[in-house]
């Protein structure tokens, strides 16, 4: 069984330097941060996925980077991350499908904390619309291997939920049937041609890093706070050298 994290929760304090770093570093201060992906083509598309109670903004900092370099970006368009995960997925599916028609290839997906579950489980459901696979901070292997802060939380919307509230998960998501296909593909293989990566902290203290380490992907530790995952330096460059590698004819 996967425990609680065991990092002090005042690391997740680091946050702001964590910014403060990335901002300051050449990822962000070069004045041509075009990709260059290795095969030539163009800059591969990128869908991003924010983490549990949170919205797309908390991927700006991800967004903007990403922007610069030259990727088209869609959001996932969730203002809280808390509604019930099939359905979730079910809305996420519809919008990759939308965004690979338009981009006329596959699509990279990024996911933080519950993102990345929803993103893994739209790679195993379409593996012909997913390009790569960047996981951050997922507990993938365990979902409730969270801290008890956390925890408390997650019942407490359940609680919700299971009052009637609407768009927000209830406890029949987590061992009910409606989520039974979700949770079964967050242990699925993934696909062997796709590229996946998870990446996990073992200061993390919100996620239990064990449980981030998807046995079907390659895994990638970096020194990181959990919410500071979206804005740390080693993480971009993971993201930097994933994007790179991914071939997308055209121009």
């Known amino acids: 069984m996967v425990a609680t994290p065991r990092a002090p929760l005042w690391g997740e304090l680091r946050y702001g330097g964590e910014l403060t770093r990335l901002l300051a570093s050449e990822l962000t201060r070069r004045r041509r941060a075009r990709a260059r992906p290795a095969a030539g083509g163009r800059p ?34 969730l203002r809280a991350n808390v509604g019930c995960a099939e359905r979730t ?12 028609g338009r981009s006329g290839t596959p699509i990279v997906v990024v996911g933080q904390s519950r993102g990345g579950a929803l993103a893994r489980a739209l790679a195993v459901r379409e593996p012909e619309r997913v390009g790569a696979l960047i996981t951050l901070g997922s507990p993938v292997c365990a979902p409730l291997a969270v801290s008890s802060h956390v925890l408390r939380t ?45 990446v996990h902290s073992r200061s993390d203290a919100i996620v239990d890093w064990r449980a981030c380490v998807d046995p079907h992907a390659e895994p990638v530790e970096v020194d990181s706070s959990h919410c ?6 080693a993480v971009y460059r993971v993201l930097e050298g994933v994007l790179d590698r991914v071939h997308v004819a055209g121009a």
Do not use: K, N, T
């Not at 997925?89 to 965004?99: G, I, K, T």
């Not at 919700?160 to 009910?176: A, I, K, N, Q, W």
């Open 44 to 77: 591969a598309p990128v869908l991003l996925i924010p983490g549990f109670m949170a919205g797309d903004s908390s991927l700006a900092m991800m967004r903007y980077w990403l922007e610069r370099r030259g990727h088209a970006v869609m959001r996932s368009g």
């Open 89 to 100: 997925v079910a809305r996420l599916q519809r919008r990759l499908a939308d965004f690979a």
């Open 154 to 198: 997650v019942r407490w919307v359940a609680w919700l939920g299971d009052r009637g509230v609407p768009g927000v998960f209830s406890m029949g998501c987590h061992e009910g049937p409606c989520c039974a296909d979700f949770r079964e593909h967050l242990l699925a293989p993934l696909p062997a041609s796709l590229r996946a990566v998870a």
């Open 228 to 233: 500071g995952m979206s804005v740390h330096p």
